[in-house]
Structure formats: structure tokens, C-alpha cells
């Protein structure tokens, strides 16, 4: 049986290098349309999405990554920190920020709106990753400065975050593991 949904969630991957072209603004629309249909606990809808496509401002946030992350021990660091070329954002030329305040379900909630992004961005000819190491930049004396350059509503918080553009890499499908299913009847 052919299903568009799931062919999407097939072809899906988690895409680490990117062109340098920047995303047209109707994929941009369609993207911003995307997060704003992504359902939410009691229709809430508790985020904040900020569409970043400033250069200086996605090095900025990685800078500040980078400089948390040196404070950590190497047991809770990622190894990708010890190439000092790495950026969180693989250099994708647009980037989505998910903010959102403290609540019950916002953490979920957002998980969820950064899912849909995925696969919109999967739709639209578009690679992504799903990017929760821009969290470090935030736990930084630079936190206030990056909350405000990206317009978070006040007491909000970095959630997630999720790198678009063009993917210039290829990547096989990660095996399936029907371990990690069990049916209960």
C-alpha cells in the first residue's frame, strides 16, 4: 500500500552537511505553516518558533555552545566538540528555535513541533537533524543576549532546535529493531 506519510517518514534522515543556498521563501512559509498546524496538549500550543537564517547570529549560538561545552567533563561531552571545526547547526542556512515556557507538557509539545518541521522540511525536497546541543549556548552568561536576538517571549526557554537546507550527504536508513516493539493484545 502507497501512503505519502509514511513514505516521508522513510525517506527521512538526519542530514550533517548542507549547500550554502538558502531555503526559497515558500519553502520558508511552508515551514512556518507546518509549526503552526503541529498539534499540542489541550490545544495550548506553548511555543515560540524563531526562524533563523542570520549567519553571525547561528555562529553566535555556536560559539557560546562551544564554550559551554568545554566546561563539561569529557564523560558528559560530545566528542563532536573535540573537532574545533564542528557547528551545531552542520552550517544549514536556516534553523528553526524552539522556545517555550515551563509546563506540564511544553517539553512534549515541542518535541512533536520539531517532528513536524522534520518532515515538512522532508516534504519540501529539504534535509534536516534535530539539533538539542544548541541547549548548551543557553546555559551560558551569553543566555539573555541569545533569548533576546531570537525574540523569545518572555520567561521562555530553549527547547529544541532543528537545522534545514539543502543536504549535500547521503544517508542508508538505520536498521529496524523489532525488539524494541512489543504488541500487547
Same mark, same amino acid.
Given at each position: 500500500?502507497?501512503?505519502?506519510? &509514511?513514505?516521508m517518514?522513510?525517506? #527521512? ?6 549547500? %550554502?543556498?538558502? !531555503?526559497?521563501? =515558500?519553502?520558508?512559509?511552508t515551514?512556518?505553516?507546518?509549526a503552526?498546524h503541529s ?5 495550548l500550543q ?24 568545554? &566546561?563539561?567533563?569529557d564523560?558528559n #561531552?560530545?566528542t563532536?566538540?573535540?573537532?574545533? %571545526?564542528f557547528? !551545531?547547526?552542520? =552550517?544549514a542556512?536556516?534553523?528553526?528555535v ?9 517539553s512534549?509539545?515541542?518535541g512533536i513541533?520539531?517532528?513536524?518541521l ?15 546541543l ?21 520567561g ?5 532546535s532543528?537545522?534545514?537546507g ?11 529493531n ?8
Open positions: 500500500m502507497s501512503n505519502q506519510t &509514511m513514505t517518514i522513510e525517506k #527521512r534522515r538526519s542530514h550533517r552537511c548542507y549547500s %550554502d543556498k538558502q !531555503i526559497d521563501p =515558500h519553502q520558508l512559509e515551514l512556518m505553516q507546518a503552526l498539534p499540542s496538549a489541550r490545544d506553548p511555543w515560540h518558533f524563531s526562524f533563523v537564517q542570520n549567519k553571525e547570529l547561528l555562529s553566535q549560538i555556536n560559539r557560546a555552545a562551544h564554550q559551554q561545552a568545554r &566546561m563539561l567533563s564523560a #561531552r560530545s563532536r566538540f573535540l573537532d574545533g %571545526d557547528h !551545531i547547526f552542520y =552550517h542556512p536556516t534553523v528553526v524552539i522556545s517555550s515556557a515551563a509546563g506540564n507538557f511544553s512534549i509539545d515541542c513541533a520539531v517532528q513536524t522534520a518532515l515538512a522540511a522532508e516534504s519540501l525536497g529539504l534535509g534536516s537533524v534535530i539539533v538539542g544548541a541547549d548548551l549556548a543557553f546555559r551560558g552568561d551569553d543566555r539573555i543576549n541569545l533569548e533576546n536576538a531570537l525574540q523569545f517571549p518572555k521562555y526557554q530553549f527547547m529544541i532543528i537545522a534545514i539543502t543536504a549535500t550527504d547521503d544517508k542508508p536508513a538505520h536498521s529496524l523489532l525488539d524494541k516493539i512489543s504488541l500487547i493484545e
